[in-house]
């Protein structure tokens, strides 16, 4: 029998999220396996996505309670954000009351989510993120033209964890004379030196990437990071934040830095040893994360969660927006 999945997913079209970007590979791939269903009646198995389309997720389970419901955790969020940030609520009451099976995108990701009491600890997987490899292609070495050495970063969000304090140190303390270096993405800072370009859509992000040598990726807290993954399949050698899911991306002494003194000496090491340092970086493929997760969905025989009651699901998640609203003010 040929198990189908589908995605329950708010999909957006151009410029958008990590998580969002990845969704949308997934299920390419899935489609060119020939295991996707856009129906979901044909589907066996429904992956839905950390706090997203709660209500929609609920009356799912009420209405195909015999499908295999995977959830795909993110954060936690509150490390990123802060203890006012009540989603990680959210992804406890879907975890408990929905999920047969979770998939983390790290074990820096899982380890958080169990010292959080945030997942229902039924089964687990971690498996990571890839970039649509159809966007996010290296580039030929010898199409190295620069100058410069041309750092590039990215991001979607101007939270403080993501390294915009780093940024700005960059901005004012490095040798621009031998170091070009571009922002992709919003960001709430006024650059003397770094040039930034504002939004892209996902063609035009692996486009600038390949004009790069270096990723550089100063963010704290990461589930896993498609950004870097991004820039890491465009054939960049990253330098990345020593911290979270970024050490497990990359095994890597060189290319992880943790006092901002050490960035300086750090992209320096890499100028003296780029062609050693390229490509170096190992990666898992799209294709193979898509495996990983129909494997991973159709291992289950049948739904492992706990019997499933709409209403007290429903009142449960409305109390968690009423406390979070209320702890807000």
Not at 55 to 77: A, C, N, Q, T
Not at 110 to 125: D, G, S, T, V, Y
Request: charged share 25%.
């Amino acid at each position: 029998m040929n198990k189908k999945v589908t995605i329950y997913f708010p999909f957006t079209e151009g410029p958008g999220s990590g998580g969002n970007n990845f969704l949308v590979s997934l299920k390419n791939e899935f489609i060119k396996m020939g295991k996707y269903s856009d129906s979901l009646e044909d589907a066996h198995t429904v992956i839905f996505n950390s706090h997203h389309s709660v209500k929609e997720i609920l009356k799912l389970k009420s209405k195909y309670s015999e499908k295999i419901f995977i959830h795909r955790v993110d954060g936690p969020m509150s490390i990123y954000n802060g203890p006012h940030d009540r989603r990680d609520n959210i992804v406890r009451l879907l975890n408990q009351q929905v999920a047969d099976g979770t998939v983390f995108q790290s074990n820096w990701s899982m380890n958080q989510n169990k010292e959080l009491k945030l997942f229902n600890e039924r089964r687990a997987k971690v498996i990571y993120n890839a970039p649509n490899p159809d966007v996010f292609f290296t580039k030929d070495i010898k199409d190295r033209k620069n100058t410069k050495f041309k750092i590039i970063s990215s991001g979607w969000s101007n939270n403080p964890n993501k390294g915009a304090d780093i940024l700005k140190w960059i901005d004012e303390n490095l040798d621009f004379n031998r170091y070009d270096f571009e922002y992709i993405g919003p960001i709430n800072i006024d650059f003397k030196n770094i040039r930034k370009l504002g939004s892209k859509t996902p063609l035009e992000v692996g486009e600038i990437l390949r004009s790069g040598d270096v990723f550089f990726f100063p963010s704290k807290y990461e589930a896993c990071s498609n950004a870097l993954l991004e820039g890491i399949h465009c054939g960049l050698i990253p330098l990345a934040k020593k911290a979270s899911s970024n050490i497990e991306i990359i095994d890597n002494e060189h290319l992880l830095f943790d006092e901002i003194d050490s960035i300086k000496p750090k992209l320096d090491y890499i100028f003296e040893h780029y062609e050693e340092l390229l490509y170096g970086v190992k990666i898992q493929k799209l294709d193979e994360i898509a495996r990983q997760y129909y494997q991973f969905a159709v291992s289950f025989e049948q739904p492992s969660c706990v019997k499933f009651n709409f209403w007290k699901s429903y009142t449960q998640y409305w109390c968690s927006i009423l406390r979070n609203k209320l702890g807000n003010l």
